[in-house]
């Protein structure tokens, strides 16, 4: 009698499901299970049972032949058509569980309710096919299982990015509850450690906006009331408790802006009453300031040039008055300097150019008639007279003349007048030297005399026999009478 292993292998999906810990068809397991048993004992009446029935006695004895007896109920091929179709179930069923059991720890049924209800029923008629023998029918079903389960394992990266993301927006859009509940989803949708820590660290900053949102509106309400800065200190707490909260970021932000725009009016402000009180220095500084807060401010752009040429101009102005000053006081040097300075600042100014030439023309003949004037002895010369008195004309030329300037003509021209004028001088000797002055004349041995000569420097030389020549030199002074004693007294 051939032995039936029709129970052991004939095992559909729902029976080989209750061998794994978790169960997708867990609810229907009595069911299945009552099926199974049904099934065990149809399969048992129909393939084991006539095997075990003994001919009856009253059955007629066949005759013995030498022909092999053919057994009515075995079906070599059919029986191995069944196996290989078994085969097949079981190897589409170990694909299906794995994967069930993948999708049952993201919760499919929360996020895929009406495809996984589709997944329970086609494993359900595949069962069914199954214990019915319409094997093909059943692999059908059981591929057409398995396809939908690897549809949703595929999916779920994309939904888990979709609640992610839905769950970011609301997040930004201040939507706790949405938030909140995309977020969840997102975490049961986490396919790895990485994604759900992404997704409990959204649900944490969540977590955060609740305590956020009424620190916002606080500062809301010192921002509209104008007390900037503390609704900046309000918006910058509740920042605090999610740095990358959106509307947090923005709060601060408006905030800054607002705190911003006051210190740029105070400044603009400040800037325009310096300016109309012509304290151009101070202007500038107000507007620079605005600038800094706000650098691409036209207004304040406009201002400070509009500052700072009031400035130059303030600056031009007050060195062409000290310039005039110092030439009005015969001071050449301040007034060229004065002068050099507003050309630097301008110099297309012609007034300060004119200035500085007049200037510097003037301060060489005051350095003319001054060194002359320091040193008369030049006017010994025939020359230098003369060019002291081409220099008188030429100071007689400049109109005004001012009283420096006219003390110096005057002085000069006394000067050359001096210059040509002699003055007595006494010399004294022994009576034994004789006494030559150079380019004046040659004396004999005196003890006193007396010679009219010009301002100057001169050279007397004395001489005698048996002494050593005695050179002398001395100057003579307009109005000066100093005696001059020549005496060789060294003898040879």
């Given at each position: 009698m051939?032995?039936?292993?029709?129970?052991?292998?004939?095992?559909?999906?729902?029976?080989l499901q209750k061998k794994h810990s978790t169960s997708i068809?867990?609810?229907k397991s009595v069911q299945v299970s009552s099926l199974l048993l049904t099934l065990s004992i149809l399969a048992t009446v129909v393939f084991v049972l006539p095997n075990w029935v003994q001919t009856p006695a009253t059955a007629p004895t066949q005759k013995t032949t030498n022909k092999p007896t053919t057994p009515t109920q075995e079906s070599p091929w059919q029986d191995a058509q069944?196996?290989?179709?078994?085969?097949?179930?079981?190897?589409?069923?170990?694909?299906i569980l794995p994967l069930?059991?993948?999708?049952?720890?993201?919760?499919?049924?929360?996020?895929?309710?009406?495809?996984?209800?589709?997944?329970?029923?086609?494993?359900?008629?595949?069962?069914?096919?199954y214990k019915a023998r319409e094997y093909t029918k059943a692999i059908e079903q059981y591929q057409a299982t398995l396809a939908t389960l690897t549809n949703l394992k595929q999916q779920q990266p994309e939904l888990y990015q979709?609640?992610?993301?839905?769950?970011?927006?609301?997040?930004?859009?201040?939507?706790?509850?949405?938030?909140?509940?995309?977020?969840?989803?997102?975490?049961?949708?986490?396919?790895?450690?990485?994604?759900?820590?992404?997704?409990?660290?959204?649900q944490q900053r969540v977590k955060a906006l609740i305590e956020i949102l009424p620190l916002i509106k606080q500062g809301d309400r010192l921002h509209k009331q104008g007390q900037w800065q503390q609704a900046l200190d309000v918006y910058q707490q509740a920042l605090r408790l999610d740095t990358q909260s959106t509307q947090a970021q923005q709060a601060v932000q408006q905030a800054k802006a607002a705190i911003a725009d006051a210190r740029?009016?105070?400044?603009?402000?400040?800037?325009?009453?310096?300016?109309d009180k012509q304290q151009f220095k101070t202007a500038q500084q107000h507007f620079r300031q605005a600038l800094a807060i706000q650098p691409k401010a036209d207004d304040a752009t406009t201002a400070l040039k509009q500052a700072n040429i009031r400035a130059k101009q303030q600056k031009i102005d007050a060195l062409l008055q000290a310039a005039k000053q110092y030439?009005?006081?015969?001071?050449?040097?301040e007034a060229i300097k004065q002068y050099q300075q507003a050309v630097t600042a301008d110099k297309t100014l012609v007034s300060a150019k004119v200035g500085l030439i007049t200037a510097k023309a003037r301060n060489q003949l005051d350095n003319e008639l001054t060194q002359i004037l320091n040193n008369p002895d030049y006017l010994q010369d025939n020359g230098e007279r003369q060019q002291a008195q081409a220099l008188v004309s030429k100071a007689r030329q400049v109109a005004p003349p001012?009283?420096?300037?006219?003390?110096?003509?005057?002085?000069?021209?006394?000067a050359i007048i001096k210059a040509r004028t002699p003055t007595s001088i006494t010399f004294l000797s022994d009576g034994l030297t004789n006494i030559h002055i150079y380019k004046v004349q040659k004396l004999s041995p005196f003890k006193t005399t007396t010679l009219e000569l010009l301002p100057g420097r001169y050279v007397a030389v004395g001489s005698r026999d048996g002494f050593r020549d005695v050179r002398q030199e001395f100057s003579v002074s307009i109005g000066a009478n100093q005696p001059i004693t020549i005496i060789c007294t060294e003898t040879i």
């Open positions: 051939k032995k039936n292993n029709s129970t052991a292998n004939n095992q559909p999906f729902s029976a068809w867990s609810k069944q196996a290989k179709f078994r085969r097949q179930a079981q190897d589409i069923i170990a694909k069930q059991e993948a999708l049952e720890k993201t919760n499919v049924a929360d996020w895929a309710k009406a495809t996984y209800e589709q997944v329970l029923q086609q494993a359900e008629n595949a069962d069914g096919f979709q609640q992610l993301t839905l769950g970011q927006k609301a997040l930004d859009n201040a939507d706790a509850n949405t938030a909140n509940t995309a977020l969840a989803l997102a975490a049961k949708l986490a396919s790895n450690a990485s994604e759900q820590q992404q997704a409990q660290a959204l740029f009016s105070e400044s603009m402000s400040k800037g325009y009453e310096a300016l030439s009005q006081q015969e001071q050449w040097q001012n009283k420096k300037l006219k003390s110096q003509i005057s002085q000069l021209q006394v």
